[in-house]
């Protein structure tokens, strides 16, 4: 299965903007990019996902990378309540169980 | 709507004991994933039902755990003997497509 690489944590200024990034070198072309978050505490949260083209929703944005082998989940202004780990997972297309989570980027914001 | 319900939110437990874990997924999903966290090991997917009946239990760690789904609206996971390896926090989360709704979590300990 491919694998996603994350920075084990990230800090950022709080209502400034977040880019946090996910290689998978290894990505196929039937593997979509999907982020979820884990507040302190509490269950994974859906972020967004995508396949080929960026992707925007109310809560980020996600930019893929051209060749795909790489993307960025934006938060365009991180508040407080956005700290969290950020986990960048690759799910098949056939599959709607297969998440291969990894060990995520925790996101720190400084007030 | 509710979300996903998960009971109880904590239990401690004495070596030997039976565990059970309930979970209510969200009305109309019809995906159901057991998944264990530790912070040695990350999110484990432990068992996967899809319109109640189990597809994939190759996560399940060995035969002391099993899960049921007897209806689409309730799921248990059953630990029996417990074992101290098994404190951790055990999310369920339920499906309708690709994207995954978790629970709160039951966090386990066992003493």
């Known amino acids: 299965d491919a694998k996603t690489t994350q920075p084990n944590s990230m800090e950022s200024n709080e209502e400034e903007p977040v880019h946090l990034p996910c290689n998978h070198s290894?990505?196929?072309?039937?593997?979509?990019i999907h982020w979820y978050r884990q507040l302190p505490s509490q269950g994974p949260e859906y972020v967004i996902h995508?396949?080929?083209?960026?992707v925007n929703n109310r809560m980020a944005s996600l930019a893929i990378a051209e060749d795909r082998k790489s993307s960025t989940l934006i938060l365009h202004r991180a508040t407080l309540r956005d700290a969290a780990v950020y986990y960048c997972?690759?799910?098949?297309?056939?599959?709607?169980?297969?998440?291969?989570w990894g060990a995520g980027t925790k996101l720190i914001i400084k007030p | 709507d509710a979300g996903v319900i998960q009971s109880p939110r904590h239990e401690v437990t004495e070596m030997g004991q039976e565990v059970t874990l309930r979970c209510k997924p969200i009305s109309g999903h019809n995906s159901l994933f057991w998944y264990r966290q530790t912070m040695m090991r990350g999110l484990e997917l432990l068992i996967y039902f899809n319109n109640n009946v189990p597809i994939d239990d190759s996560g399940m760690p060995e035969d002391r755990f099993s899960a049921k789904m007897p209806n689409a609206s309730f799921s248990t996971l059953k630990i029996q003997p417990s074992e101290p390896r098994d404190s951790a926090v055990y999310f369920c989360a339920s499906s309708s497509d690709r994207v995954q709704f978790f629970g709160p979590g039951t966090r386990l300990t066992v003493l």
């Open positions: 290894t990505i196929s072309g039937t593997d979509y």
């Open positions: 997972i690759l799910r098949k297309v056939d599959s709607n169980y297969q998440l291969i």
């Open positions: 995508g396949l080929t083209s960026n």
